[in-house]
């Protein structure tokens, strides 16, 4: 099958990328190692659909060196790296991505990566996952099972088996501790930060940040802000949460009233419309927004484009929105998740914790998919274990363990 990419000859830099973050993920190695000997995947086909970047390419190359015939498209039009794309595809990887696709082309890769009739697949959000549930939906019999990378993917799965729906068991990956706790917390914290002031080149320092959902990502995002000297305001529906980030030394309000205190805007929601037209008119004259939810939904860009009277791009990844009264909004990387739209991603060292999770996830599916109903299972605690001590290992740290004195006090008591 003829592969889709930009440039092959963008190859020898996008190796340089992956063999850079090689270097940086121990866990993964110490896997790419027991797994290149044993082949636990001969003769199974994947379709792996994230943003391709290096840490992604390495995960694919992984899952290759396993035994699995791969193919992998991006999850997002404006995160696939081309020079990536071109090594990945150089080293035996069915690739069907390239930058900034249109919506057909984007969705064209999906079904290209999909007529290689997987057995497994590796979601980001759920695009994938709806294709096999709609147009490609003959697919789904030849699947056993696969897993889910983000809060909006798995939202969907679980929407599906309420319904009574899904197709075939998936794992929650994004839902396993040793990925959210520290991907969606630490990863998101410092990537976001990263797209936003490397897009920007302004300080954080002195300005007052309003990051709308304090769940994992906003509570990253959030602390990341506090420690560049940002005065941080909280938007939040639930309650607890709201309590939750007042405890952590936040100002809490409606998006409303945050609206005319801002200075940089970050979404973190999964929702739709957090900023909309009602926002937008109360905002300060030089307010930047930023999105690093899933979906290019939580800032309405069509509201915005309504309500202006001038639109152009004024640096890259800036676009400036002219209001009637001649106040300028400028919204970031189309609204779309910045930290990748506008940057490389979470660091190398967090994808590595992330990466393995999905690893073993798919070996888990491999292993007990006989075994399973079509629902949403979360990760085994053992896996999430296996994980933490690998990467402990790796930083050269150790631990205390249970005598056996204790471990019957504490589980015969």
């Known amino acids: 099958m003829e592969m889709m990419i930009r440039d092959p000859k963008l190859a020898p830099q996008g190796m340089d990328k992956i063999n850079w973050v090689r270097q940086h993920m121990p866990v993964l190695n110490v896997l790419n190692a027991e797994l290149s000997k044993s082949k636990p995947l001969l003769g199974k086909k994947m379709v792996v659909t994230m943003h391709l970047e290096a840490k992604t390419a390495y ?17 997002n039009p404006l995160s696939t790296q081309d020079d990536v794309a071109a090594a990945l595809a150089s080293q035996g990887v069915k690739v069907f991505a390239w930058y900034n696709p249109t919506p057909a082309e984007y969705e064209l890769f999906l ?214 009264d001649s106040r300028k909004l400028y919204l970031l990387a189309e609204g779309r998740l910045v930290n990748l739209a506008a940057g490389d991603g979470h660091p190398t060292e967090i994808m590595d914790l992330s990466f393995a999770m999905q690893v073993l996830a798919v070996l888990h599916i491999l292993n007990h998919h006989s075994e399973m109903d079509k629902q949403v299972y979360n990760m085994p605690e053992e896996l999430n274990h296996r994980v933490a001590e690998l990467k402990l290992k790796a930083m050269g740290m150790n631990i205390d363990c249970l005598t056996a004195q204790q471990k019957a006090y504490l589980f015969n008591a």
């Not at 995960?59 to 791969?70: H, Q, R």
């Not at 009739?117 to 709609?134: E, F, Y």
């Not at 009574?164 to 630490?186: E, S, T």
């Open 59 to 75: 995960l694919a190359i992984v899952l290759k060196n396993a035994g699995a015939s791969v193919a992998v498209t991006g999850s």
């Open 111 to 324: 079904h290209k990566a999909l007529d290689t009739k997987p057995d497994i697949i590796v979601d980001d959000g759920g695009d994938l996952v709806a294709l096999l549930h709609g147009e490609r939906k003959e697919l789904s019999e030849h699947i056993i099972g696969g897993s889910e990378e983000t809060t909006t993917g798995v939202l969907r799965l679980r929407a599906l088996a309420r319904e009574g729906k899904l197709a075939f068991p998936m794992m929650a990956v994004n839902d396993a501790y040793c990925k959210y706790l520290f991907d969606n917390r630490y990863g998101t914290g410092q990537s976001t930060w990263d797209g936003i002031m490397r897009t920007t080149n302004l300080t954080v320092a002195g300005k007052t940040v309003v990051v709308a959902g304090y769940g994992w990502c906003g509570k990253g995002v959030a602390m990341r802000a506090k420690g560049l000297g940002a005065n941080v305001i909280v938007t939040e529906v639930d309650p607890i949460k709201a309590i939750e980030a007042v405890f952590d030394g936040f100002r809490v309000m409606p998006m409303i009233d945050a609206a005319a205190c801002g200075d940089i805007f970050v979404t973190l929601t999964g929702c739709k419309d957090v900023l909309q037209k009602e926002h937008f008119a109360v905002m300060k004259s030089g307010a930047i927004m930023a999105n690093a939810g899933h979906f290019d939904v939580e800032i309405n860009k069509i509201d915005l484009t309504e309500i202006a009277v001038s639109h152009s791009t004024v640096r890259k990844n800036i676009e400036e929105y002219v209001l009637p």
